[in-house]
């Protein structure tokens, strides 16, 4: 593996832990009784609206918590499984599916709601560019094959 694939690896694992950091502080207000300030612009950025909604669950299971999971996969393949040859394909798959996911709650944000949350567009931020990286390592990765 080359040192840019090494350091993409690196890279992605810290964008993974800090959407493990976002993704917790949404659920922790998904819990949350009290109103949020810091993400509350009225009605067009309110995050308390987005996190409480009932588009803020999946079966039962809150998106945030979904998103931890996402995250700590992405982690987990970028760090603890960095030397596996099928690592940077898994990635791009994970990644692209957690990216679907994400554009789907902003199509809800957008049209639905009509309110968008920070929390939820660093959350997009950050798993797009982590398929960004993906992408292009899965392509160096091929390439080397």
């Known amino acids: 593996?080359?040192?840019?694939?090494?350091r993409m690896l690196w890279l992605i694992a810290a964008l993974a832990l800090a959407g493990v950091v976002v993704s917790s502080v949404s659920l922790h207000h998904h819990y949350g009784s009290s109103q949020t300030?810091?993400?509350?612009f009225g009605a067009s950025f309110n995050c308390d609206i987005v996190n409480r909604s009932i588009y803020?669950?999946?079966?039962?299971?809150?998106?945030?918590?979904?998103?931890?999971?996402?995250?700590?996969l992405l982690f987990a393949l970028?760090?603890?499984?960095?030397?596996?040859?099928e690592t940077p394909l898994r990635?791009?798959?994970a990644s692209t599916g957690g990216l679907g996911f994400a554009l789907y709650l902003t199509y809800i944000e957008k049209f639905v709601l009509a309110t968008w949350?920070?929390?939820c567009l660093s959350s997009l931020t950050?798993?797009?560019?982590?398929?960004?990286l993906s992408s292009f390592l899965?392509?160096?990765?091929?390439?080397?094959?």
Not at 78 to 85: E, H, I, M, S, V
């Open 1 to 6: 593996m080359t040192s840019t694939s090494q």
């Open 37 to 40: 300030s810091y993400c509350d």
């Open 56 to 72: 803020s669950t999946v079966l039962g299971v809150p998106d945030a918590l979904i998103g931890i999971l996402g995250y700590g």
């Open 78 to 85: 970028a760090t603890f499984y960095r030397g596996k040859a």
């Open 91 to 93: 990635l791009l798959i």
């Open 117 to 119: 949350c920070i929390l």
């Open 126 to 132: 950050l798993i797009f560019l982590i398929t960004m």
């Open 138 to 145: 899965a392509a160096g990765a091929r390439r080397q094959s």
